[in-house]
């Protein structure tokens, strides 16, 4: 399959440019903090122009969306209830800069990855349908289902043995670079939709008995599968899909209304992160608990919902606790965060134990409790700790090129395009840079490569030669 390697480029039609950027305008007129709304916007227009493109899933669109809406989401709230962000919720007249520092410190990560990934592998649509329709469906079914169920079944002991915990976590993030094969190829060829729809509800419906509402998961690789196909279609079926992304959100909202009432039933309010019922009587007191959501509920559950994926408050209490109660680091988190991946748990059983929460409040006086909640000092918030508001941006930037770097070698390992693109599906979990730690990301991120090795060097061929028709 003749593969053209092209500049990345916006997939915007000259008209889309220029509502976007009136449309922008207008919405940022309206809002309380004018400027720095669009500013975001235009945050948001620089991602489009790094990464929208028809015929290529969205994984780093979609990651430098989630990472945008951290940023922009209390300015989307302020909006909304006409309020400016310093008196949204709690006084803070820090916010804005931090928001701001937030915003530079996205920009110059996801450029870092521009700058490597803008000339990468461009297929056309009858080439992507070309390659699908040489997968034996009933083949890679088999594969899925197997694949699928096994780590179902002992997804709880991977955390038995501390050293091999994280490489096998990440191990099993690639059963959806097999579902992103499945759906893709289903869509093409078109057959077994019925069967594709039901592994996807019962995925969604076993998704519901966690703590981490695991069933938004199968709707995100959904939708990165089925991208390529959404610019084909006709226009209600586009609407059937803007219907679904609708939906998603009131489901997000239907559970932050619940689920602290229902964790405290999973765990027998002992607090702790672990399922202590049946999965019978989880499912009866879910439903219970729906079905007693009133709209005040509702609207509470959105504000939290927003608050939870643009919760800044972290990075604020950071900004203001260092250097004035605490000293700069001058680069020790980012050597520390360097080093770490290197020093295997079964070789250096003396490595220290991360505790996300604990680091936090080390740098911003907060008493979060490690026991039974994990906040994370965010690698953004790590870097300004290390650098200060102008020297944390050079790190970052610098990983951005090292995560460019990777996932276009993961690419290349795929030795068919589309595979490539199924094997980076994983990363949309790397780049929470946030919310998570230098550590943790800067791990996940160098065992999510060796793990890609190991598949492609033991794996990959095997599979190919199994799935493909010749």
């Known amino acids: ?244 992304v609708i939906s998603m959100y009131y489901l997000g909202t239907y559970w932050t209304a619940v689920k602290e009432d229902y964790r405290a039933f999973l765990n027998k309010g002992s607090g702790a992160q672990s399922i202590r019922v049946s999965r019978e009587e989880a499912y009866s007191k879910l439903i219970e608990l729906v079905s007693g959501v009133k709209q005040n509920d509702l609207d509470k559950g959105a504000d939290k919902l927003l608050t939870r994926l643009s919760w800044i408050g972290a990075l604020d209490a950071v900004y203001n606790y260092v250097p004035k109660k605490r000293p700069y680091e001058d680069g020790s988190l980012w050597l520390e965060g360097l080093v770490r991946p290197f020093q295997p748990r079964l070789f250096f059983p003396e490595k220290k134990i991360l505790a996300d929460s604990k680091e936090l409040n080390e740098y911003s006086g907060l008493g979060v409790d490690e026991k039974n909640t994990s906040i994370s000092l965010s690698l953004i918030a790590g870097s300004y700790v290390d650098f200060g508001i102008w020297g944390m941006h050079v790190p970052i930037f610098l990983f951005g090129l090292f995560c460019g770097w990777v996932y276009r070698k993961v690419l290349r390992w795929g030795i068919y395009p589309m595979i490539g693109f199924a094997l980076t599906m994983p990363m949309i979990y790397l780049f929470k840079i946030a919310e998570q730690s230098i550590n943790r990301t800067v791990s996940s991120i160098i065992l999510y490569f060796l793990v890609v090795w190991f598949i492609q060097k033991f794996f990959l061929k095997p599979f190919l030669n199994f799935v493909l028709v010749k």
Not at 165 to 170: V, Y
């Open 1 to 244: 399959m003749a593969v053209i390697e092209r500049k990345q480029h916006s997939g915007l039609s000259i008209t889309g440019h220029w509502l976007f950027i009136v449309a922008s305008g207008v919405i940022s007129f309206l809002s309380k903090d004018s400027l720095l709304f669009f500013a975001g916007m235009v945050l948001l227009y620089a991602f489009l122009y790094f990464f929208f493109n028809k015929s290529v899933p969205p994984v780093l669109l979609f990651s430098a969306f989630l990472i945008w809406l951290f940023f922009q989401g209390q300015l989307i709230d302020g909006l909304a209830k006409g309020k400016d962000i310093i008196h949204l919720d709690y006084l803070s007249s820090s916010r804005p800069l931090v928001i701001t520092l937030g915003m530079i410190s996205s920009f110059f990560f996801f450029l870092g990855i521009y700058c490597v990934v803008r000339r990468m592998p461009q297929l056309n649509y009858e080439q992507i349908k070309s390659f699908f329709f040489r997968i034996d469906l009933s083949r890679l079914f088999r594969v899925y289902l197997i694949i699928y169920f096994g780590i179902f079944l002992v997804e709880k002991l991977i955390w038995l043995v501390p050293g091999l915990s994280q490489p096998l976590f990440i191990l099993a993030q690639f059963k959806w670079s097999l579902f992103f094969l499945l759906f893709t190829a289903v869509f093409v060829q078109k057959k077994m939709k019925g069967v594709l729809l039901l592994l996807i509800l019962l995925d969604i419906a076993l998704g519901f008995f966690s703590f981490f509402s695991h069933f938004k998961e199968p709707i995100y690789f959904s939708f990165l599968a089925y991208w390529v196909f959404f610019f084909r279609q006709s226009f209600p079926i586009k609407l059937l899909a803007f219907g679904v």
